[in-house]
């Protein structure tokens, strides 16, 4: 699986994104002629080489009408009426009428809403009525619309993010001094991991919104066979290189958290263990299972797990105190590696028969279903072991 993931170590801004994945682009100089060429309003596209604590990398850099703007810096400064367009409804205009793919145009849309919605909220009014004085300058367009067509052309199918550096302390806005991170940057972040141990504003809301959109998961560097490393330098200096870093490979597993929730059952009986097993399974647990194990007073218990992912924990914790005769749960997080997995079917000497094919981290497995293989032996009189595959029928 082609997956991108992206270390948010010094936080993210649209121009660090745009910058980090331009490194990845196989032919960066023509992508920076043509976003010039997509008929953005009074805007210059440039990149050029940075120097972080040594590291190379590379800095986007966005000029409106000859003069340079920057996301960091003048983010927090403008005032409602420093740029004509400034309305939700006016930068869905803008963005619509570039010579971009539709589904960039979704892309870009899409992101700016999650800052629209940022916006109303923090400020208690509607989102028609948010005049983008903070996140929506033409630079800010530059760099999201950068960003989805760099994406759009790199096609990873997966994205991953680290979880984010947002830094801590104070910054300077429209309406005054506001800690870091600021109000509409932390509610667009709501549900992501964070973190804050570098004085200064390091994630924006324009990068925040870009993660949230297009990150599935925010986690440690996935098992993977790295292609491609790139660096997109930020504008300030701090003791640590400030950049973000974009990885792109190739992951044969997919990662992610698995929820695992026990508790010790030494009242129930085998029927009602197995009904509540059955009402978890229901509500889309990706196992559960038991274990006899040896209680206090020399009881025989049982071990009841139930396996299911993150958002299905409450459901499932709610399950098993309503079913179960338990008055505690404990939780472990995993991480879980699955191979990729499709069905298809294959031909035995038999016939027909339903399988499943899971693929990747060097290996290739294929297995007929049970169900079917049982209904051949049964329709011929034989055993299941007597039923071979004889071909693959590759899905189209």
């Known amino acids: 699986m082609k997956t991108l993931y992206l270390e948010c170590n010094m936080g993210a801004a649209g121009d660090m994104l745009a910058a980090a994945l331009l490194e990845l682009h196989p032919a960066p100089e023509d992508f920076i002629r043509r976003i010039n ?6 805007i210059r596209i440039t990149a050029e080489k940075s120097v972080k604590c040594g590291i190379c990398g590379t800095h986007v850099r966005v000029f409106a009408d000859g003069a340079e703007e920057n996301e960091h810096i003048h983010s927090h400064e403008h005032e409602h009426h420093h740029h004509h367009h400034s309305t939700l409804h006016d930068i869905d ?3 619509n009428g570039l010579k971009i793919h539709e589904a960039v145009k979704t892309d870009a849309l899409a992101v700016y809403r999650l800052i629209a919605e940022a916006e109303s909220h923090v400020h208690g009014c509607e989102i028609n009525q948010i005049h983008f004085h903070e996140v929506g300058t033409l630079d800010a367009i530059a760099d999201i619309v950068c960003v989805c067509m760099l994406l759009h052309e790199l096609s990873p199918e997966k994205i991953i993010a680290s979880p984010v550096h947002t830094g801590y302390g104070s910054v300077k806005c429209a309406h005054g001094i506001l800690s870091v991170p600021a109000p509409a940057t932390a509610y667009i972040l709501r549900g ?6 570098t004085e200064g504003e390091l994630c924006t ?5 870009l993660l949230k959109y297009f990150a599935s998961d925010f986690r440690e560097l996935p098992l993977m066979r790295m292609e491609k490393i790139g660096y997109g330098m930020g504008t300030k200096d701090f003791d640590t290189a400030n ?6 490979g190739e992951s044969d597993c997919n990662g992610g958290k698995v929820i695992e929730l026990c508790c010790n059952l030494d009242d129930m009986t085998g ?3 197995g009904f509540a097993s059955e009402r978890l399974f229901k509500a889309g647990a990706l196992d559960v299972f038991t274990i006899p194990i040896g209680m206090k007073k020399s009881r025989p218990g049982v071990l009841l797990t139930c396996m299911c992912s993150e958002e299905l924990r409450g459901e499932c914790l709610r399950i098993m105190f309503l079913h179960t005769s338990t008055i505690g749960v404990r939780e472990h997080i995993s991480t879980r590696y699955t191979l990729k997995r499709e069905e ?3 031909m035995t000497n038999y016939g027909e028969v339903r399988a499943k094919r899971s693929r990747g981290c060097g290996t290739d497995k294929l297995k007929a279903e049970y169900e079917d293989l049982a209904r051949l032996a049964r329709e011929n009189d034989i055993s299941v072991s007597d039923i071979k595959i004889t071909e693959v029928n590759e899905p189209s």
């Open 344 to 346: 298809l079917t294959v």
């Open 271 to 273: 029927e009602e263990i």
């Open 192 to 197: 992501i991991p964070v973190y804050a141990k």
């Open 37 to 42: 060429h997509i008929e953005l309003p009074h």
């Open 93 to 95: 205009h803008i963005i």
């Open 205 to 209: 809301p324009t990068g925040a919104a």
């Open 243 to 248: 950049c973000l870093r974009a990885v792109i």
